[in-house]
């Protein structure tokens, strides 16, 4: 998902939208990965021409390309690259939210218990060995940019950074995850569980552990067949419920997670009796296609006095 707003340097990607041409290469993309040779038949148009277009939907980032090599030839394979855009428009100044805003790497755990099959590592190389718990207590994980695991849990804690009179009216967090196959799979269910200060804001179903092409951050030395990219989720747990990208996912609310402690925790992980077994994926910066640690927001008012 792109997170846009009025800054200029989204330009590239309205202008990218507006022309009746580019929205119709995305509607083909949407359907199925095409070369350059296949677009331009299916709209009647010059293979020179569609090249421009797809130029331009490349450098807002919104398809990806590939040279492949097939039936004796060289062809330039497309595919979209995101599947939403989010635009945030600007508010009066009277009116903008108030919030505190903690980024958090990936591998700052405090707590955590996971089973094979699993790893870490940090954009530069492998800590320890696959399939061995016990380097996820390795210092070095603290550099860490993804995690994996079958099932289990990790727990994260972060500062309460709420001043005396400031009412908390929501809780954010932004976070790049997927399951976890041996290998990849697109179709490998996983039900992941989210708990903030020990009660639990909901679970959901992740449909698979990507990697039909390489993440847009995935370090050089990443090899082809692991984890690449998961879907970037939002929670947002505000006074009438929690909500997953826009959509109910409990009915916790704000008041029911005890935000008056000095510091909070968050646990996010695969039950031994979930349905879908079937492990997470936690991406950090240098990995993925968001390169972006779990971002913590909680939104507060101010008591009048």
């Known amino acids: 998902m792109i997170e846009a707003n009025t800054d200029s340097r989204w330009l590239p990607l309205y202008e990218a939208l507006a022309s009746e041409v580019r929205l119709a290469i995305v509607k083909l993309l949407a359907n199925a990965t095409m070369n350059v040779k296949d677009i331009a038949s299916a709209l009647g ?14 450098e807002a980032g919104l398809v990806k390309t590939a040279k492949v090599r097939k039936d004796g030839g060289t062809h330039k394979m497309c595919e979209l690259a995101e599947r939403s855009i989010t635009i945030e428009l600007p508010q009066k100044d009277s009116d903008k939210s108030k919030y505190h805003e903690t980024s958090v790497p990936v591998g700052h755990y405090t707590e955590y218990e996971i ?58 967090i932004t976070l790049e995850i997927g399951s976890e196959a041996p290998g990849i799979s697109d179709n490998w269910p996983s039900d992941i569980s989210f708990e903030i200060n020990g009660c639990e804001i909901g679970s959901w179903t992740s449909p698979g552990d990507y990697g039909k092409h390489r993440g847009r951050f995935s370090p050089n030395w990443w090899p082809d067949y692991i984890n690449q990219y998961g879907l970037l989720k939002r929670i947002r747990i505000q006074e009438d419920g929690t909500y997953l990208d826009g959509q109910p996912l409990s009915a916790s609310t704000i008041h029911d997670i005890a935000l008056e402690r000095n510091y909070w925790t968050f646990r996010l992980g695969v039950k031994p009796d979930a349905e879908h077994i079937g492990g997470l994926t936690l991406y950090g910066k240098g990995f993925g296609n968001y390169n972006h640690d779990i971002l913590f927001k909680v939104y507060y008012e101010t008591a009048r006095v």
């Open 45 to 58: 148009l010059s293979s020179a021409i569609v090249t421009m277009h797809i130029r331009k939907l490349e």
């Open 115 to 172: 089973f094979p099959t699993c790893g870490i590592a940090t954009s530069e190389h492998l800590i320890g060995q696959y399939d061995d718990p016990r380097y996820f207590m390795e210092p070095e994980r603290m550099n860490a940019g993804i995690l994996w695991f079958g099932r289990g849990y990790v727990e994260y804690k972060l500062p309460n950074y709420l001043l005396t009179g400031q009412r908390p009216s929501a809780l954010e």
